[in-house]
Each structure stands twice: as structure tokens, then as C-alpha cells.
Nanobody
Framework: QVQLVESGGGLVQPGGSLRLSCAAS????????MSWYRQTPGKERELVAT????????KYADSVKGRFTISRDNAKNTVYLQMNSLKPEDTAVYYC?????????????WGQGTQVTVSP
């Protein structure tokens, strides 16, 4: 069964750092575009960062540019989100997302989420 398992969330003070990990299994990780999303209660899920499968190109939400870095290790089937200079408004549940757009259909998977809380 396909799995995306996030880890690394927790409580951190403003200005601190965390590194999230998302370990993938049971699909061809290297072929998938990988993203991190986040969600707070009452709001829609927000795209935070994306990394492509072809050339590791990255894109970021304006709110995290210069502070967050997405990366992937295809040998370990893992995608990371390094979060620096954290702010209280970064508090959310962070989700890992994998998508492959094939010629006939799209395949996509979500992780279960990991809580990040930024508070004094």
C-alpha cells in the first residue's frame, strides 16, 4: 500500500528552525513531483513548496521564500522541508503530497500530516 509518512514537526520558538521529512513507499518516488502543503483550522490547504522530478526545480509560496527550502533524496525516497526563521503564522499541519501526471490519468497521494507550532 502506498505510504507517505511525515515526521519532524513539533513546537518551536519564533525564529527557530525545524526540518520536516516525508518518507515514501510503494511507488516510484523519483518520477513524482513532490510538494508540501499546510493547513490551519477553517482555512483551505495552502501550497508551501514544490520540487519537480525532472530537474529538482523548486517553487515556493511568497510567504516562505527565503526561509524554507524543499529538497529530495531519491535514493532514500524522501522529501524534506527545511524551515528557518519560523514565525507564529507558520503554525499549521504540514502535509506531504506526491503527484504523477501520466498520459491517461493522474496518480496522487497525501501523507497524514505533521503539526508545526511556532510559539514563545
Amino acid at each position: 500500500q502506498v505510504q507517505l509518512v511525515e515526521s519532524g514537526g513539533g513546537l518551536v520558538q519564533p525564529g527557530g528552525s525545524l526540518r520536516l521529512s516525508c518518507a515514501a513507499s510503494k511507488f516510484t518516488f523519483s518520477s513524482y513531483l513532490m510538494s508540501w502543503y499546510r493547513q490551519t483550522p477553517g482555512k483551505e490547504r495552502e501550497l508551501v513548496a514544490t520540487i519537480t522530478s525532472a530537474d529538482d526545480s523548486t517553487k515556493y509560496a511568497d510567504s516562505v521564500k527565503g526561509r524554507f527550502t524543499i529538497s529530495r533524496d531519491n535514493a532514500k525516497n524522501t522529501v524534506y522541508l527545511q524551515m528557518n526563521s519560523l514565525k507564529p503564522e507558520d503554525t499549521a499541519v504540514y502535509y506531504c503530497y506526491a503527484v504523477y501526471r501520466g498520459p491517461i490519468r493522474q496518480y496522487d497521494y497525501w501523507g497524514q500530516g505533521t503539526q508545526v507550532t511556532v510559539s514563545p
